[in-house]
């Protein structure tokens, strides 16, 4: 079923199992978003949320993949979840990918990234590089709808935990397919999640080498 309006998805969240991930908040410029205590309170959701995204993604692959899980992935990533990858011993790519997913949502879960406010940002998040257990998180990632939020905290943490080869061509880095792009790996889980991508998500994506 494709869900399409926020209170729709909050509901379908609320369901399930609230994980407890440990993080830290760091807003001392004042949060867009009210007082620290509800800033903090929505970034817990973007977390759990993202949690719950990268634990669907990874179950959807971890099992003989249905007809809509192969359509997506082929139309993410450019080939489809049973092709073998040689560098992972022969197991398939989608079995590759369901590990990273939960390697991602183990770390989100245990990490405790130090999340930031940066109002000078121009991005929902950001990753330092040099220090990836820290993100940054913009303005624009406090107007974001509860979905999108979830996104950027899987997104951001795509490139934390996986920061030798999950990065953007920039700087020299010239790298990136779709298989190691942190748009492609979240638009996934958003999309087996039944929640339609924003155009210019989905551009990030498919406008690499697969």
């Not at 959807?60 to 249905?66: C, K, M, S």
């Not at 359509?71 to 990858?85: A, L």
């Not at 406090?142 to 899987?154: E, F, K, V």
């Amino acid at each position: 079923m494709r869900m399409t309006q926020d209170s729709e998805l909050e509901w379908e969240f609320e369901d399930e199992t609230s994980p407890q991930p440990v993080f830290r908040f760091i807003c001392t410029g004042g949060c867009p978003s009210g007082d620290q205590a509800q800033c903090r309170q929505i970034l817990r959701t973007a977390i759990r949320d993202a949690i719950g995204l990268g634990s669907g993604a990874a179950a959807a692959l971890e099992v003989t993949p249905t007809a809509r899980t192969v359509r997506i992935f082929r139309s993410t990533f450019g080939h489809p979840p049973s092709r073998p990858v040689p560098w992972a011993g022969g197991r398939s790519s989608g079995a590759t990918l369901a590990r990273r997913y939960r390697l991602a949502v183990n770390a989100l879960l245990r990490g405790g990234t130090a999340y930031t406010c940066d109002a000078t940002l121009p991005y929902n998040g950001w990753t330092d590089p040099v220090h990836p257990s820290r993100v940054l998180l913009g303005p624009t990632f406090w107007t974001q709808n509860r979905m999108n939020r979830a996104r950027t905290i899987l997104h951001e943490m795509m490139h934390q935990y996986f920061i030798e080869f999950i990065q953007h061509n920039s700087e020299g880095w010239t790298k990136e397919h779709r298989r190691n792009n942190a748009h492609c790996l979240a638009n996934f889980a958003l999309q087996i999640r039944g929640v339609t991508v924003a155009p210019e998500y989905l551009a990030r994506c498919t406008d690499l080498p697969v």
